[in-house]
Structures are given as structure tokens and as C-alpha cells.
């Protein structure tokens, strides 16, 4: 059975916007997990993986916009983090779309971007949270 993501004061970065969207975010990888570990149907795994993707998206977009009014120093480098990951989900979802719900995709969902959800809030989300922080 594939892990959920559980939110967490761990995970909390300390500014409202972001860790109410973070939440969602979460919700919507715990859907798609879901949906493969219970073996939904082609159109359902479609519908929550394309879910998970806009939100990131739009998630990446108010973070971006949060930490340029903010003059994050950081900046460029979360940036290419959050490219990354949006190149990642791309050809994740252009493989389902080619391959369907695939074992390598159960295993790329359960490892790497469950990882990758839990270690960028942790550590690059919440090192912006200390910044502004520190600037109130
Ligand atoms: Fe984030
Ligand atoms: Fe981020």
C-alpha cells in the first residue's frame, strides 16, 4: 500500500498562504496515491494525477509571487527545484497517457515524489519560512 503524506507542524512553514495551499497540495498527491494503490480505473488515475499537477502549478505560481514581493535571495535556486518537479510531472503524466498505470509509475508516485513533496517543503519551503521570519 502506497504511503500518504501526513501534514505536520513538521512541515509547517509559518506563513498562512503557503501552508494552506501546502495542505491542499498534500490532499492531492494523497488522491492520486490513493487512486493507484486501489487500482481505480485508467480515467480516475488520469483525473487525480492531472488534479495534482494543476495544483502544483498554481501552488508553485502564489509561492513564486510570495517570495519575489518578499526579495528572497534564494530565490533563483527554488526556482529551479520547482522547474524540475514541473518537468518531472509532465513526463510523468505524458507516460500515463502513453503507457497507463504502470508499476514504474506506482514507484515514481511512492518514492521519488513523495520524497521530493516531504524534503522541499521541509527543507526549501521552510527555509523561505525562516527568511520571512526574520523580516517581520
Ligand atoms: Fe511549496
Ligand atoms: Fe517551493
Redesign the pocket.
Known sequence: MMKKIEWSQKLA?GVEV?DG??QQ?IQRFNDVAAAIATQEGPVQIGKTLTFLVDYTRQ??AT?EKIMTAAGYPDLPAHLAQ?HELTQTLQDLLRDFEEEGATQKLAEIVGSYLRHWLIN??QE??RK?GAYAQQKK
Open positions: 512553514v503557503i495551499q501546502h497540495w501552488h508553485f509561492e520547482h522541499h517543503i526549501t519551503d523561505f
